[in-house]
């Protein structure tokens, strides 16, 4: 039985006539955390942005629940339940903390996640609610972040460079959160330049390198210098 919930066959994407994909394949499974590292340049973001469709694809199949979606625009595809935290968090200036989660639950799905959540995963949020987001050190808007893609309620999110410009501190504060997360039940795929952290919290792990994957299987089967290996090549 098919246990993938987003399965990618053979993606290739760029920009223009710039190439930056070349015959990506990978499965997430339901429930799970699957890990993507590689070093800048290695096609992470341009991956997630032709999953969301905002890159075209070239003779790709991208399915969700066995279903062909690689024909859909981001905004049907968050109609679905995939959300993207995207890197630099871009949150409404002009809006508060709370304004800014509002929107997003306003016109995202319902289920489990409800701004009231978000504030009890992220307690720091509640006493920050009413001003503007981004007023907020760069991890509160990474929790603001993180609860406006929650309050759609998706089964996916994409989490692309989720630890990026953030202090030691913060950055576990925001990882303790993941697991109640997953719980809920959302799967991620979340892009790591921290090769040690995202083994860790993931069940699988796909390295990329030019483009191109490199490296994939269960995240406990490798070592941290296998993983090097991978990210850096040899």
Known sequence: MDNSLLRINNLSSGYGDFQALFDVSFCLEENSVLGLVGANGAGKTTLFKSILGLLPRDKSMIQFRQQDIGHLSANKLAGLGIAMVPEGRRLFSSLSVYENLRIAADYGRTGYWTIERVFELFPILVEKQK???????????????????????????????????LAPTVVNDVYAAMPTIIESGISAILVEQDIERVRKISQNLVCMREGKIVLSGEASQFTKEQLTTAYFGE
């Open 131 to 165: 001003m503007p987001a981004l007023s907020l050190s760069g991890g509160q808007q990474q929790m603001v972040a993180i609860g406006r893609a929650l309050v759609a309620n998706p089964e996916v999110i994409l989490f692309d460079e989720l630890s990026l410009g």
